[in-house]
Structures are given as structure tokens and as C-alpha cells.
């Protein structure tokens, strides 16, 4: 590549940037028409989707400086939209929560932010709009790396399903000890949304990592206002990309799109990650029990999100 070609491409990219930041509205003094930036509304949303942040937690996932973090949770506390919690773990450290009254105004942020979408798609018939939705998942495949490779993530395809309970047999059983009955159970699961698929209500997706099988998840109808996630899976060679979040997220976006008012699901207490994973993304656990299941004694538990 020439070194006028490097400079037309960066060109090129700036142009975009100045087009999309001024359209949406970006550089507004106040995004959505309110008295917060763009970077004040994120930091908010980051607390209300992760029960343990920190300041430094969000400096680095958003790759803020924090000097400049510190500053917004300044203005937040100080408005009695965010509090300061000790962590249970270790009461040194000090978590962000919302306040009700933030989470009452991140609410009515996130409906005027969904409006401010809606007039920004609605010249678009519904075939530009999804060509503008892929244009805009394709720019995230390229460019969201860790250790250097690009994860995708698809809706299923042909095979996908053998492959989905052949990983959650051989990883639950390595990992864990469970028996065949998982694998059992796994196969029935996936057999009955096969069988009695719903498009329009029900989903799956798989994670790929350089063309590899990474992990996966489905959304699958529970009753007319319910849906239920179902066989979250990441590779445990392609764990700490954060692929489970993001299968999490793309899960919890269909939910939401689809007009179910809750997601729930079931894990169990020996699954610490995936437990952690949901408490970051939003769920609770509101019910846990004794039980044996799978060939050994677990204590299981309901987690559900409201939409």
C-alpha cells in the first residue's frame, strides 16, 4: 500500500467521522436535547449494566482518561444520580450504582435516544434500513480485535446445532463432571426449538473467532411477555474476549426488540463466571435451590431481567 493510498483511507474515515458525529448529533452542547454530554449518558449507562464498577473499571473500559472520569462521577454524585457503595468482596474498593433517581432519568434518556433513532431511520425503507444494520455490524467485525483476531457474531447456519451440543457435552463434562443426562437435556432443548422455531420471537446465535466456533446463545420463547436465554457457551481458549458479554448483549437487544417485558434463565452456583457475567450485564438472582441434576448435588438458580 502507498503512502497516498494510507492517506486517502484516513481521509476518508475522517470525512465519516465529521458526517455521522454531526448527524446524530454528537457535539450538541447537550446530547439529546439535555444538560448531559454524550460521555456523561455513557458513563450511566456502564453503572447501570455492571453492578461492580468501579472508577478505574470504567476508565479502562472505556479507555477514558481518568482524570476526566473522575471529574463526570463528580458531577453525578453530586446530583444524586450515582452512589458509592462497599464492594461485599472487599469493602476497600468502592462500587457505582445508580441512585433511583438515576435510573429514572437514565430511562427517560434511553427513550429519548431510541426516539432520536427512530427519526433517523424512518426516511429509510425497511430494506435500507437493514443495509444500513449490516453496514454498521460489519464496521464493528472489523474492528473489534483482542489478541489480534476479529470476533463475529452470526445467527446460526446449517450444523451449527450438532456443533453447539457437542461443545456444552464435552466442556460441562470436563470442566465440571456432569454426566449424560446434560448432554441429554441439552439435545431436547435444542430439538424443541428446532422443531417449533418462531423467527420473529425466537433466536440463536454463534460466536466466531478467525472462522473457529467461539460460543454461543439462544433466545427462546417462555410465554407471550417471557423469554428465556438459553446455551451460553464460550470456548474456554477464546475466554477473556469478552465473547460472552457480547453474546449476552446481542441476546438481550433481540429480547427487547421482540417486545418481551422479562428475560430469564438457569444456572447454578458452581457456573461463577457465567454468574458474574449475568450480574454485569443486568440479571439477578431471585430464586436458588437444592437439587441433583446432571450426576452430582447443585444448588440452582433462577436469574431474570426486566426489559
Known amino acids: 500500500m502507498t503512502g497516498n493510498q494510507t492517506a486517502d483511507r484516513i481521509d476518508q474515515i475522517r470525512a465519516f467521522n465529521r458526517f455521522y458525529t454531526r448527524h446524530i448529533g454528537i457535539l450538541d452542547e447537550g446530547f439529546l436535547g439535555q444538560q448531559y454530554s454524550l460521555p456523561e449518558i455513557r458513563v450511566l449507562f456502564e453503572v447501570a449494566g455492571d453492578s461492580s464498577t468501579t472508577a478505574t473499571s470504567l476508565a479502562d473500559y472505556l479507555r477514558m482518561d481518568p482524570g476526566y472520569v473522575s471529574r463526570i462521577l463528580a458531577k453525578l454524585l453530586d446530583q444524586g444520580l450515582l452512589q458509592r457503595t462497599p464492594d461485599p468482596e472487599d469493602r476497600r474498593r468502592k462500587q457505582l450504582t445508580l441512585t433511583p433517581s438515576g435510573k429514572t432519568r437514565l430511562g427517560t ?91 420473529q420471537l425466537e433466536q440463536g446465535w454463534v460466536a466466531e473467532v478467525g472462522g473457529q466456533f467461539a460460543g454461543s446463545i439462544f433466545a427462546v420463547k417462555e410465554d407471550d411477555t417471557t423469554a428465556r436465554l438459553r446455551a451460553l457457551l464460550v470456548e474456554p481458549r477464546f475466554r477473556g474476549m469478552l465473547i460472552g458479554r457480547q453474546l449476552i448483549e446481542q441476546c438481550v437487544d433481540f429480547c427487547r426488540q421482540s417486545g418481551y417485558r422479562k428475560i430469564t434463565l438457569w444456572t447454578c452456583s458452581d457456573l461463577t463466571q457465567a454468574r458474574k457475567l ?24 433462577c436469574w431474570d431481567m426486566d426489559l
Open 109 to 199: 434518556l434511553d427513550s429519548l435516544a431510541r426516539e432520536n433513532l427512530q427519526q433517523l431511520l424512518k426516511p429509510l425503507p425497511p430494506d435500507q434500513q437493514d443495509e444500513l444494520i449490516s453496514a454498521m455490524q460489519r464496521i464493528r467485525q472489523l474492528l473489534e480485535f483482542d489478541k489480534q483476531r476479529a470476533v463475529l457474531i452470526r445467527p446460526l447456519k446449517l450444523g451449527d446445532l450438532g456443533t453447539i451440543i457437542n461443545r456444552h457435552a464435552v466442556l460441562y463434562a470436563d470442566e465440571y463432571g456432569w454426566d449424560q443426562s446434560f448432554e441429554r437435556t441439552v439435545l431436547e432443548v435444542l430439538s424443541a426449538f428446532a422443531s417449533h422455531y418462531d423467527k
Open 278 to 301: 449475568y450480574g454485569k450485564t443486568g440479571f439477578s438472582c431471585t430464586r436458588a435451590w437444592q437439587e441433583k441434576l446432571f450426576g452430582t448435588e447443585l444448588t440452582s438458580e
